[in-house]
């Protein structure tokens, strides 16, 4: 059964960074396209960032330009660079496969707020 455990989130101020990670058990995210979602309250989850298994990388129009999507096949794990953020970057953000996602896993929540 696949895990999927996000971490990173907190409490920022406008303008700050976060760098959110998740660690992927029970599969190996080197041979699936990966992403990172978000879903803030009364929304539905949105795709913020696609990283595909030839590691060609997608962004949501929003994010571009702010947010860098990695992966490290040795640590079964993928990363979100969040820069320059503002408030309504503010949601839970969780990852999962592209394609026929897994399970979901709890999330990590992120609040850009002063």
């Known amino acids: 059964q696949v895990q999927l455990v996000e971490s990173g989130g907190g409490l920022v101020q406008p303008g700050g960074s976060l760098t959110l990670s998740c660690v992927v058990s029970?599969?190996?995210?080197?041979?699936?396209?990966m992403g990172w979602y978000r879903q803030s309250p009364g929304k539905q989850r949105e795709l913020v960032a696609a990283?595909?298994?030839?590691?060609?990388?997608n962004y949501a129009d929003f994010v571009k330009g702010r947010f860098t999507i990695s992966r490290d096949g040795a640590k079964n794990s993928i990363y979100l660079q969040m820069n320059s953020l503002k408030p309504e970057d503010t949601a839970v953000y969780y990852c999962?496969?592209?394609?026929?996602?897994?399970?979901w896993g709890q999330g990590t929540q992120v609040t850009v707020s002063t």
């Open positions: 990283s595909t298994r030839y590691s060609s990388t």
């Open positions: 999962n496969r592209l394609e026929y996602p897994w399970d």
């Open positions: 029970g599969s190996r995210v080197r041979i699936y396209g």
